[in-house]
Structure formats: structure tokens, C-alpha cells
């Protein structure tokens, strides 16, 4: 029985294919993520003394917590989710993804490393993210990032079905969880570089 | 031609042995680590208001700074260091601690891949390291060292020579990179508490 993914040499025996299309495994997550940004965003304006910027930070680090325990979660504790004869909406959602970097089917102990850590650390400290943890957290999401571009480099970047896999999943879907650590760990540094100025001005009155 | 690493079934050709001892590479790299601690904890005496643990960090981050960049830079940048017929130091040391985790001779990309983020970020920022700078490293090593351990457990857990190279090496002096840079991480984030609530106290005066 083959498989779809690449390189066309991987084994993956007990494969189940894909039973639901590309649009019914991605219009729902999109779906309930926009749900979810839209009623934090909705509730945390009734809150008083909340910047814009605040409560879109809210609505962040909702969503990047949720999608790191959940999605990439069932990825973590679901080592046969390829196998599954009647699989789940999340074992369906990995056969998908994978078609932009197979090391998930393959379950490359890199990949997985990195997903463990996302899921089981990441995940709930992005739910209780305040100043100093969402730093923490950010560059988490960093590193993580980078092992996972850099080890995909040096193991042959070989891991999409095309290029259309390549730029929408592998390069596409991650790039969110570059810009954007990126803007909130500097928009954090200079926060906590104020607090620091405002403390030693305090101490030289 | 047979090596001596762990499994036994690991394939390194052109591999040429070792021809330091354990005592000849440990003592040279100990020695220069402990004279630069030492110059630096002299020099930096001199300096009015500094505390001795602002010298004991000072010495720390040069320490692990110049760690990162010279040993494990050295590693990086030399893929067949174990084939080299005139082999520096730097070769023979990661011949040596390949006898802890196999991993270095056979170049996992893993592996290679924390070694990398380390020699070329954490490296410099480690000898720049302020404030928040010295967090965002420590996060930074206790992230490579949660990646480095992990990975080596699901890869199999046996790439060490004998339980004296797994417990000198692999957890030995892995462990000095888990807890000084957690309680480091423990002691920036109460002083960016605490300058976070000096800034508030300001405010709302």
C-alpha cells in the first residue's frame, strides 16, 4: 500500500489514507480559531484600562496556547495516528500536514522533541503568559523553530509533496510562529529594559 | 577498521583512533577554564560595586561563552574531525566525549543542530550577558539541553561506551549547563519582578 509522502523511498506500513479533504480539515480549525479570537477579543473590550494591543496579545496567546496543546499535543501522544482505521479529525489534520514535511508520518525524534517540548511546556505557559513569560515563551517558540527549519535542512530537505506543500504548510504555517514571537520578544525587552531604567532612576534620587 | 563507540554497529569509516589520553585533553581544557575563571574573578575584585555574585556570573558567562564557541564552534565547523590523519585538539577532545554519546562521531543532525544554535548565538550573547540578555540564555541552554537529552532518549538511549563515559560525560558535565543557568534564569526573572514592581509602585504614586 503506498503513501503519499516525501520522499517516495519512506516506509510506512498500516498507512490509512486521507479520508477528508484538505477544506474540511483545514476550514475547521480556521473556523474555531477565528471563533476563539473573536470572542476573547469581544469579552476583553468590555474590560477597562486594556490597550489594543493588550487585547490582541490575549487573543495570541489563546490561540498559540490552544493550538500547542491541542493540535500539536494529539500529534505527541498519537505515535500510530497514520495506522488508525477509523482515525480522528486531529489524526487526519497530521496525514494533511504531512504532506508539507512527512517527518511527522515519519516521526523523526527531532520533529518530535521539538513538538513534545511546544506541546507539554509551551503550550500552558502561553495560556498564563504575563510580562517576563511571555518573553520566556517567545524565544521558546524561536528555537524551536530553528531546530526545526535547521534539522530539516541538514536531513535533505526532501520532506513535501510539491511546492505548493512546501510553501503553504512547511514555510507558510510555521512563518506565524516566527514573526510574530519575534515583534512580542522585543516589544517584551524594551518593557522590561523601561522597568529597569524606571527602577534605577528610583535608586539615584 | 573498528572505533570504539557505542553501538557497535555504527558505521565511520576512515575513522583514525584517538591518540591523546583522557587525561591529556581533560587536563589542558580544565586548566585553561579554571585560569580564566581565576583571572577573571582577580581582575574584576578591582571594581568598586560589584558583588561577589556579580563575579561569580561575570566568570560563569565568560566561562560558558567562550565554551560555546571555541569547543563546541570547533565541533560544528569540522564535519570529518574523526578522519582527520593529523588531528588538533579540538578533534581528539570530540573523539573523546563521542565515547559519552556517539552521537558527535556519527553527526546526528539533531544533535548538530543545538550544537550550532549554541556556538553561534548562545555563544556571543553568552558573553554579552545582561540582565535579560543572561535569561534569555539560560532559556535558551536549558531549551538545547531538554532537545539534546530527549532526542538521545527516543534515538535509543545507547550511545555511550560504558556506564563510567554515560555518567562522567553524558549527564556529568551536561549537568552543570541544567542547573547554573536554572538558577540563574530563577534569579533575572525575581529581579525583573521586582524592577517591574518598582515601576509600578512609581506609577501610581
Same mark, same amino acid.
Given at each position: 500500500?503506498?503513501?503519499?509522502?516525501?520522499?517516495?523511498?519512506l516506509?510506512?506500513?498500516?498507512?490509512?489514507?486521507?479520508?477528508?479533504?484538505?477544506?474540511?480539515i483545514l476550514a475547521p480549525y480556521l473556523g474555531a480559531s477565528l471563533l476563539l479570537?473573536?470572542?476573547i477579543w469581544l469579552v476583553s473590550g468590555k474590560c477597562r484600562g486594556l490597550s489594543k494591543t493588550d487585547r490582541l496579545l490575549m487573543c495570541w496567546w489563546e490561540f498559540t496556547g490552544l493550538t500547542h496543546i491541542i493540535i500539536e499535543g494529539t500529534f505527541v501522544f498519537a505515535p500510530g495516528f497514520f495506522r488508525k482505521e477509523n482515525? /480522528?479529525?486531529? /489524526?487526519?489534520?497530521?496525514?494533511?500536514?504531512s504532506k508539507g514535511d512527512s517527518r511527522y508520518v515519519a516521526r523523526d525524534t527531532a520533529?518530535?522533541?521539538v513538538e513534545a517540548i511546544t506541546a507539554v511546556l509551551e503550550g500552558p505557559a502561553s495560556l498564563l503568559a504575563v510580562?517576563?513569560?511571555?518573553?520566556?515563551?517567545?524565544?521558546?517558540?524561536?528555537?524551536?523553530?530553528?531546530?526545526?527549519?535547521?534539522?530539516?535542512y541538514l536531513d535533505g530537505f526532501n520532506f513535501w509533496v510539491s511546492p505548493f506543500y512546501f510553501w503553504a504548510y512547511f514555510i507558510g504555517a510555521n512563518s506565524f510562529w516566527v514573526w510574530i514571537p519575534t515583534l512580542i520578544a522585543m516589544r517584551?525587552?524594551?518593557?522590561?529594559?523601561?522597568?529597569?531604567?524606571?527602577?534605577?532612576?528610583?535608586?539615584?534620587?
Open positions: 500500500m503506498g503513501h503519499p509522502y516525501a520522499p517516495a523511498e516506509q510506512l506500513p498500516g498507512y490509512v489514507p486521507l479520508q477528508l479533504s484538505q477544506g474540511q479570537v473573536l470572542v482515525p /480522528n479529525f486531529f /489524526n487526519e489534520l497530521w496525514k494533511e500536514y520533529t518530535l522533541t510580562h517576563i513569560l511571555q518573553i520566556a515563551v517567545c524565544l521558546g517558540q524561536l528555537y524551536g523553530c530553528l531546530v526545526y527549519f535547521i534539522t530539516a517584551s525587552w524594551k518593557k522590561i529594559c523601561a522597568a529597569f531604567r524606571a527602577e534605577e532612576a528610583k535608586k539615584t534620587k
